[in-house]
């Protein structure tokens, strides 16, 4: 487990090259590999005097990464490594910054200073051309699905493939509906033809699922997914961000402020605090964790700290 506030500089080690890592190699513009200074060693990383940290293990690694708005200092230093093909959640109370520093994976906000490295490529200093690029590696699911009211299934999800090739209605036809079918969407009566009114809302999800996924992106981001929904809906999107997480390999960054949720199909969880990540670790090494601000944030959710499951007594100190 790893916290915050401390900020290593660089050891001057060399650039950790993602070659060979999926979605590595597909943009040839790859040209400013950076090493981004390295993390105290914690819990959750290599131990000390690792000579070398797996190349490929992160797919995003933000560092030292600063955003005000006018005199609001939003975003104070984040460092966050989010974990390729895992499930990375990042929790935090409303007004915290979380949108605002998904935001910033995609390239949508500029930071005022900080690197965001994807893929071991830095894309603070991209320019729009380069940022269009970079997106297609990400896929974005929206809290109330987004779809277009006045299109019909196939045609939303279809969206950005229509909007970013010329690829012929047979070629989209296709993806389309083996995704469909990998979505277990195809057994629902003459879907491709239905408007999202018809649709239930867990078929929305999916759909809106979909339409990320059509691209093949590397990376899913979903911004509160749960919130609003009663637990059954809650349980069905968990459920949906597991098999895109598992069926599709994507690398998967989940903004939430659900604990129970959250402490369900998380793989690493970090809290954004501050302006910062005030702590990073698997559910387990969260739940046992003591910080004051996240046991308010557990213990309001309703979850309690399980002594019996492997708690150890050092980690309850
Ligand atoms: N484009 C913007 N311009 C000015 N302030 C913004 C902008 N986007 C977000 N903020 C402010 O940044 C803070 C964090 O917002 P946000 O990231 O949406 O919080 P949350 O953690 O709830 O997602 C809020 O106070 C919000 O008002
Ligand atoms: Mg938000």
Same mark, same amino acid.
Do not use: C, W
């Given at each position: 487990?790893?916290?915050?506030?401390?900020?290593?500089?660089?050891?001057?080690?060399?650039?950790?090259?993602?070659?060979?890592?999926?979605?590595?190699?597909?943009?040839?513009?790859?040209? #400013?590999?950076?090493?981004?200074?390295?993390?105290? &060693? +914690?819990?959750? /990383?290599?131990?000390?005097?690792? !000579?070398? %940290?797996?190349?490929?293990?992160?797919?995003?690694?933000?560092?030292?990464?600063?955003?005000?708005?006018?005199?609001?200092?939003?975003?104070?230093?984040?460092?966050?490594?989010?974990?390729?093909?895992?499930?990375?959640?990042?929790?935090?109370?409303?007004?915290?910054?979380?949108?605002?520093?998904?935001?910033?994976?995609?390239?949508?906000?500029?930071?005022?200073?900080?690197?965001?490295?994807?893929?071991?490529?830095?894309?603070?200093?991209?320019?729009?051309?380069?940022?269009?690029?970079?997106?297609?590696?990400?896929?974005?699911?929206?809290?109330?699905?987004?779809?277009?009211?006045?299109?019909?299934?196939?045609?939303?999800?279809?969206?950005?493939?229509?909007?970013?090739?010329?690829?012929?209605?047979?070629?989209?036809?296709?993806?389309? #509906?083996?995704?469909?079918?990998?979505?277990?969407? &195809? +057994?629902?009566? /003459?879907?491709?033809?239905?408007? !999202?009114? %018809?649709?239930?809302?867990?078929?929305?999800?999916?759909?809106?699922?979909?339409?990320?996924?059509?691209?093949?992106?590397?990376?899913?981001?979903?911004?509160?997914?749960?919130?609003?929904?009663?637990?059954?809906?809650?349980?069905?999107?968990?459920?949906?961000?597991?098999?895109?997480?598992?069926?599709?390999?994507?690398?998967?960054?989940?903004?939430?402020?659900?604990?129970?949720?959250?402490?369900?199909?998380?793989?690493?969880?970090?809290?954004?605090?501050?302006?910062?990540?005030?702590?990073?670790?698997?559910?387990?090494?969260?739940?046992?964790?003591?910080?004051?601000?996240?046991?308010?944030?557990?213990?309001?959710?309703?979850?309690?700290?399980?002594?019996?499951?492997?708690?150890?007594?050092?980690?309850?100190?």
């Amino acid at each position: 487990m790893e916290t915050s506030p401390q900020r290593r500089p660089s050891r001057g080690r060399p650039a950790p090259s993602a070659a060979g890592a999926s979605g590595a190699g597909q943009d040839e513009s790859a040209t #400013r590999k950076t090493t981004p200074p390295r993390k105290p &060693a +914690g819990g959750d /990383g290599p131990p000390p005097g690792t !000579p070398e %940290e797996p190349t490929d293990r992160y797919q995003i690694q933000v560092r030292g990464l600063n955003k005000t708005f006018g005199p609001q200092h939003v975003l104070r230093g984040v460092d966050l490594d989010i974990e390729r093909g895992k499930i990375n959640i990042v929790i935090g109370g409303s007004g915290q910054g979380k949108s605002v520093l998904m935001k910033h994976l995609m390239g949508l906000l500029k930071p005022d200073s900080g690197q965001i490295l994807v893929d071991g490529e830095d894309i603070v200093p991209m320019n729009d051309l380069e940022l269009g690029k970079l997106r297609r590696k990400f896929g974005m699911v929206f809290q109330y699905a987004a779809l277009f009211d006045s299109q019909n299934v196939v045609e939303n999800i279809a969206f950005p493939l229509i909007e970013r090739y010329h690829l012929s209605r047979e070629e989209i036809m296709t993806r389309v #509906r083996d995704l469909l079918k990998r979505l277990d969407l &195809a +057994g629902v009566g /003459g879907i491709e033809q239905k408007f !999202p009114a %018809e649709l239930s809302g867990g078929q929305r999800k999916r759909v809106g699922l979909a339409r990320a996924l059509i691209d093949r992106p590397k990376i899913l981001l979903y911004d509160e997914p749960t919130t609003g929904l009663d637990p059954v809906a809650t349980n069905n999107v968990d459920e949906m961000i597991l098999q895109a997480s598992r069926d599709f390999g994507v690398t998967s960054v989940v903004i939430s402020h659900d604990m129970a949720s959250t402490f369900r199909i998380a793989d690493k969880i970090s809290m954004l605090y501050d302006g910062k990540i005030l702590i990073t670790g698997t559910p387990a090494e969260l739940m046992r964790s003591s910080h004051a601000p996240l046991r308010e944030f557990i213990d309001m959710a309703g979850l309690r700290r399980d002594e019996d499951k492997g708690a150890g007594p050092e980690a309850r100190k």
